[in-house]
């Protein structure tokens, strides 16, 4: 028995994961991790979350609001921002969580991950076929419903095939590289940040501060529970983390381009905070559309087209981000033999070109087909226990003799930080339904089978010394 624990508790050595991911070419910068990073964070929530939070839990407080969640996220940022930077590896808290805690640790961190990144692309693309079919009606262009829809047949409906085409242009333009993918992900989150600003000038020419009396309509208790409900909205700064093995000079880029990341994206949520509050009072709010609505109401109405343009951006760079990601997962996963090894193997271009195309039909399929309205909660209970893991795996990070010069970032006010990060994760764990606990426990209770079916007896870990 203790020879079976002891299998299960087998982690891998840094030397091997950096020997293994060097093929990896390096052409990621600082910028462009935190374009990665606001292409993932900054999506349609920005023009949706300070509304109705504002209306329904916070008012005008929804400010502190996002405040509040980004100091909570900054304290996991960082933990992630020091094992990216000690371990610049493929695969994010998978990697880490093999090296720390032990293959089975490594696993449940990878199925958990590989349920959020796809969850999130195929719910995103859904929504992009939409959101697409709406803007294109603005210039008269009418798209069939019945190709921009849930699978139905019976009543016309042949599944959202927009959210298949952009998840198949996505990964075409990954697949021919990544410097050319980030540099077109650089320049559309450029135009997203200019149209997420325009609205904040324009908004400023209309404010009436008497709009954020009271500020705090709910009390002290209606921040805390916009805090929660936004603190979701930040949630994609981990899939930064993923690339480290692309990146150069990865003990100082990555830190960067975390925790830049979570900077930017809190001046853009906030700033858009203030002016929609100001504008308009939180109490008609309440509405699908509260950035749109906010300019209607001052007769800016030639403003609602471009944040439909901006919305539509948004869910763009999300997908790159992700699709990515998921695939840089992927590989890492089949590079340590838990899933079939063809899936860790790199073409002539330093690209996972297996892992990519697997992962796009998977997303695709999910996104045209599925209807996802019930299981994109699942996205936040990947995340956090995400999170929950690498926080508390600074301690033995700190502990493990093959990284003890570490000359990057290092989380400050060790252990109490990471372990007040460690414990945030697990209050927020505890503030989700019971309904996505169960539908996450299915997920889990799948990913053992598949493990100790097959993970366990393919592992490179059963012999280390013929491993690629």
Partial sequence: M????SRLFRREKVDRYLETDKKFVKTMS????????????????IFILPGTVAATKAGPGIILSFVLAAVVCSTAAMCYAEFASALPVAGSAYSYGNLVYGEIIGWILGWALILEYVLAVAAVSSAWGA????FMSG???DIPSSIVGPLDIAHGSY????????????????AHGVKSSVRLNNIIVFVKIAIILLFVVVGAFFIKPGNWHPFMPFGFHGVLAGSSAVFFAYLGFDAVSSSAAEVKNAKRNMPIGIIGTLIIATLLYVLVAIVLTGMISYTKLNVADPVSFALQVVHQN???GVIALGALAGMFTMMVTMIYSSSRLIYSVGRDGLLPKFLGKLDRHGNPINSLRTITVVIAVMGGFVPLDQLTNLVNIGTLIAFLFVSFGIIPLRHNKEI???????VPWYPVLP???GFLCLFMLTQLQAETWIASGIWFLFGLVLYFSYGMHHSRLNNPDNAE
């Fill in 139 to 141: 210039f008269g262009v």
């Fill in 159 to 174: 599944g959202n095939w927009i959210a298949i085409i952009i998840v198949l242009i996505i990964s075409l333009m990954l």
């Fill in 302 to 304: 030639w403003a609602a």
């Fill in 30 to 45: 600082a910028v462009d991790l935190i374009s990665l990073g606001i292409g993932a964070v900054i999506g349609t929530g």
């Fill in 419 to 421: 372990i007040v990060s």
């Fill in 404 to 410: 003890e010069n570490n000359q990057g970032f290092q």
């Fill in 131 to 134: 959101y697409f079919k709406s």
């Fill in 2 to 5: 203790s020879s079976f624990i």
